[in-house]
């Protein structure tokens, strides 16, 4: 048949897109189609970090704690330039107790009942320890002792945090993320469509047909449903399976407000409900507060931030922050939606945040994909690969540990260096400027740059330093098609830029779509 390609994979967030990559470089053909932009749902609203997850400790979640832990540093080396360690700070609050309902806390309260819902400092440092070597650390430094009443960290806090235990995890730019496995899948043979929503898929002689929304159909000899929040949808109406499988939606929110705190440091900090909520510093001039776990009804792209969900994030970073967090403080908000796999947890914050993968072979094989955490994504794309290896037996082997995305062919260390040299070759670049393209392209940001000798020959400037040059190169590299593409997921520039500017990037870009 024509045009029939070895995968069909259904979802442009991190999912779909790494187990396009991992399937390209391994030799199979690849077309990905994505109902709306790259990682605009779930891939780009998540809390942004590499971590193994602390908190999953108490649900005695170690092996996906384990395979989190150990993929912090592959992905580090991969991605030098979206993603980078950061420092959490964990303040020991004397008058919290907690309402948890884990494994670990129901133990503890037949085991110590006279501690009335605390965590006892030995656990946490246990527990710490335990997350310090489950992974085989190399890179990031140990967990370590502070004393808030003389550290930096300490002054944002209320007085009565006077010790902390600090560790680490990493900071990742989740969108960009998603971005740059598509580019690199692409580079590979994979054909990438973004605005392409498939609307049936149906087993014929052996073969998927997929029809899209466009008119288009096309072929292929496996599926993959990596859609998301969407998963079921995909199941039930698109691809007619039957299965008792089921997807639970969570959504989680988060807030950006003024800067809090003026040092590089993120805060791990405990509610009292159990929950915890991080508070990140957040490109330069902000924090990023979250995130929330409430069940989702209605559909995934309706998500938004409530009210409710707002007044608990101000609430739980104030029972910690000298200075209150207030609704006035927000200056942004945004709300994702997970996949979770339903495995009948009583709760929205006890679900398995594991990922799960479900094979269907009654004729040409269809995969299916829920749950996932973004720091496990490459590890969930070589799962689906050796799920669907007896279905593509020439397939080669895992290859992506080790391999750069776009832009990373440098070492974990070499941002000061690369930012320097951008500099030296291109002398009208502020620092924040070349800080900034470096931490978003990488070494690709001099491949960009080539040849501007002044600000003038990046072209027009439409605020926040974006240029003409960068736009032409997201729109040919990247998948970018909208301003909302460049502003709000292969950038965060639009909480620098006033509307107008925003729409005159959207009718720029229009214009060139038109030209090309």
């Known amino acids: 048949m024509a045009d029939t390609t070895d995968l069909f ?25 994505e109902q709306g932009d790259l990682a605009q749902a779930t891939s780009s609203a998540s809390t942004k970090l590499f971590h193994g997850g602390l908190r999953y400790l108490e649900y005695l979640e170690i092996r996906l704690v384990r395979e989190a832990l150990r993929e912090r540093e592959v992905l580090l080396r991969a991605m030098p330039h979206i993603a980078w360690p950061l420092r959490f700070v964990l303040p020991l609050d004397p008058e919290m107790t907690f309402a948890g309902d884990t494994p670990v806390s129901r133990a503890m309260a037949l085991a110590m009942p006279w501690a ?12 710490l320890f335990l997350y310090d070597h489950l992974g085989g650390r190399k890179i990031l430094p140990a967990t370590s002792t ?16 006077r010790q902390a235990y600090e560790y680490s995890d990493c900071w990742v730019e989740d969108a960009r993320l998603v971005a740059l496995n598509a580019r690199d899948a692409m580079m590979r043979g994979a054909d990438v469509m973004t605005r392409a929503r498939v609307t049936e898929a149906r087993r014929t002689n ?5 029809a899209m929304a466009d008119g288009r159909s096309f072929a292929a000899r496996g599926l993959v449903n990596a859609a998301g929040p969407w998963v079921g949808h995909v199941i039930h109406d698109v691809a007619h399976l039957d299965t008792a499988q089921a997807v639970r939606l969570v959504r989680g929110s988060h807030i950006v407000t003024r800067r809090l705190f003026d040092h590089d440091k993120a805060y791990f900090f405990q509610g009292a409900d159990g929950r915890i909520i991080f508070a990140i510093p957040y490109e330069g001039e902000f924090t990023l507060i979250g995130t929330t776990d409430a069940e989702h009804h209605g559909q995934p792209g309706d998500a938004v931030c409530t009210e409710e969900e707002r007044d608990y994030l101000c609430a739980a970073a104030s029972h910690y922050f000298r200075d209150p967090v207030t609704p006035g403080d927000v200056v942004w908000t945004y709300s994702g939606v997970r996949p979770l796999y339903d495995d009948g947890a009583k ?33 969930l794309a070589e799962a689906a690969l050796a799920k669907l290896y007896p279905h593509f037996p020439a397939s080669t082997g895992s290859w992506t540990a080790g391999v750069p995305l776009p832009g990373g062919d440098f070492p974990v ?17 502020t620092g924040t400027w070349a800080r900034r393209l470096v931490r978003a392209y990488g070494t690709d940001a001099a491949r960009m740059l080539a040849g501007a000798d002044s600000a003038g020959a990046m072209g027009r400037d439409f605020g926040a330093t974006l240029t003409e040059t960068e736009l032409r190169w997201l729109m040919a590299h990247e998948f970018a098609r909208r301003a909302d593409d460049v502003v709000w997921r292969r950038s965060k520039l639009g909480l620098r830029m006033t509307p107008d500017q925003i729409a005159a990037v959207d009718a720029w870009m229009t214009a060139e779509r038109r030209a090309a």
């Open 146 to 161: 502070l004393d808030l009443t003389t550290a930096p960290e300490g002054r944002p806090l209320k007085p009565r945090m």
């Open 116 to 127: 009335r819902g605390r965590r006892p400092r030995p656990m946490i440092r246990a527990g």
């Open 347 to 379: 709760s929205a914050t006890a679900a398995t945040r594991d990922y799960v993968l479900s094979l269907d072979e009654d004729g040409a094989p269809c995969l299916n994909v829920f749950g996932g955490k973004i720091t496990t994504y490459r590890k």
């Open 413 to 429: 260390d070499g941002v000061p260096a690369l930012i320097a040299a951008l500099r030296r070759a291109h002398p009208f670049l």
């Open 206 to 210: 052996g073969l998927w047909r997929i």
């Open 9 to 33: 994979i259904i979802g442009g967030g991190i999912n779909g897109c790494g187990i396009a990559r991992d399937a390209a470089g391994r030799g199979l053909t690849v077309r990905l189609a």
